[in-house]
T-cell receptor
Framework: AQSVAQPEDQVNVAEGNPLTVKCTYS??????LFWYVQYPNRGLQFLLK??????LVKGSYGFEAEFNKSQTSFHLKKPSALVSDSALYFC?????????????FGKGTTLSVSS | GAVVSQHPSWVICKSGTSVKIECRSL??????MFWYRQFPKQSLMLMAT?????????EQGVEKDKFLINHASLTLSTLTVTSAHPEDSSFYIC???????????FGQGTRLTVV
């Protein structure tokens, strides 16, 4: 079955330090990969995506992610964390199937950045 | 980016009544729309996928007679929670995909409380 895994429920980093939020996937075919961020009682905001091309993709708010096909991973990174980055982060995968388009999410990782 | 408007943002209803939630893509045509349910501090649980003009595809365990989804046009999908009960209280989020596979755009969510 297709799946997305975020192995960490929570990631804690100090402001100014680099951060990594992990994501691995298991999808047959050619998946498209995404990261979204969610603030309390809000919908999801798109951060970045990998469709094809360069394995390192840059997105909003200084975030970037590296697609690694051999490890089936798409980890989210930022060189220097801000307190305002504290939020819930979701990795997502989209692919085309017989029913149309499928979109599933990892369970989410809470990022907490301390000052 | 594209805008998806979800209405209402929050609603309180009495047990046994029905509630309709609307999801509109404001500046693009959404071939596919998704409805999710989110419990506190948890991931998004896909309820159903709807394609314009066809019946929604429900995920296993989601009662299609209770959660009625209509995707009548390329810019509007509705979720009706029929005969709501307190256990239906949750945060419901819709998302929409343009015709091509790209990032999904999310509504701001609806907080449903059934009393």
């Amino acid at each position: 079955a297709q799946s997305v895994a975020q192995p960490e429920d929570q990631v804690n980093v100090a402001e100014g330090n680099p951060l990594t939020v992990k994501c691995t996937y298991s999808v047959s075919g050619n998946p498209y990969l995404f990261w979204y961020v969610q603030y309390p009682n809000r919908g999801l905001q798109f951060l970045l995506k990998y469709i094809t091309g360069d394995n390192l993709v840059k997105g909003s708010y200084g975030f970037e992610a590296e697609f690694n096909k051999s490890q089936t991973s798409f980890h989210l990174k930022k060189p220097s964390a801000l307190v305002s980055d504290s939020a819930l982060y979701f990795c997502a995968v989209t692919w085309a199937n017989q029913a149309g388009t499928a979109l599933i999410f990892g369970k989410g990782t809470t990022l907490s950045v301390s000052s | 980016g594209a805008v998806v408007s979800q209405h209402p943002s929050w609603v309180i209803c009495k047990s046994g009544t029905s509630v309709k939630i609307e999801c509109r893509s404001l500046d693009f045509q959404a071939t596919t729309m998704f409805w999710y349910r989110q419990f506190p501090k948890q991931s998004l649980m896909l309820m159903a996928t709807s394609n314009e003009g066809s019946k929604a595809t429900y995920e296993q365990g989601v009662e299609k007679d209770k959660f009625l989804i209509n995707h009548a046009s390329l810019t509007l999908s509705t979720l009706t929670v029929t005969s709501a009960h307190p256990e239906d209280s949750s945060f419901y989020i819709c998302s929409a995909l343009p015709g091509e596979i790209t990032e999904a755009f999310f509504g701001q969510g609806t907080r449903l409380t059934v009393v």
